[in-house]
């Protein structure tokens, strides 16, 4: 699951507008979508995922994943556009296979906001329900 919504906010047009590309040696090397923490050299604007809950509906059935996203930015602004682009990609994107994993849809369950103090960024925490294989 966490393969098929960090794929999804990679590849989303209205979520990279706001995060860009991360850069080395000149070159763009990947994006600024993260699978469970960010590298401590990442500054600002970017998204973390995570599993913060997996349940098997029953025997033999697909889980009910609970996925948190966490979006940080150096201003309130800036994160609260961050977030509602993630909350666009993923609420969005239709039931199917996303790279590689069978998704089912996700909803939106709740938002808080945070500060990271030895960052200095803002943060949007989102969290998503959805059911995969």
């Known amino acids: 699951m966490l393969k098929a919504v960090t794929y999804i906010l ?9 995060v860009g590309n991360k850069t080395v040696d000149g070159l ?14 990442e500054k600002d ?10 349940t098997n509906l029953a025997r033999n059935c ?9 979006s940080y930015a150096t201003s309130y602004d ?24 069978a998704f089912g849809s996700l909803t939106f369950s709740n938002e808080i906001d945070g500060f ?10 989102t969290t998503f329900n959805g059911i995969a294989d």
């Open 62 to 70: 697909d889980y009910t994943y609970q996925i948190d996203v966490a």
């Open 45 to 54: 604007k970017y998204v973390v995922c995570k599993i913060s809950g997996k």
């Open 28 to 41: 763009e090397a990947y994006h600024k979508v993260y699978p469970v923490v960010a590298p401590i050299e």
């Open 116 to 125: 990271d103090v030895d960052r200095r960024l803002f943060i949007k925490i």
């Open 78 to 101: 800036e994160v609260t556009s961050l977030n509602a682009a993630v909350i666009s990609a993923l609420e969005g994107q239709a039931s199917g296979t996303v790279n590689g994993v």
């Open 10 to 18: 990679e590849n989303n047009a209205g979520v990279q507008a706001l």
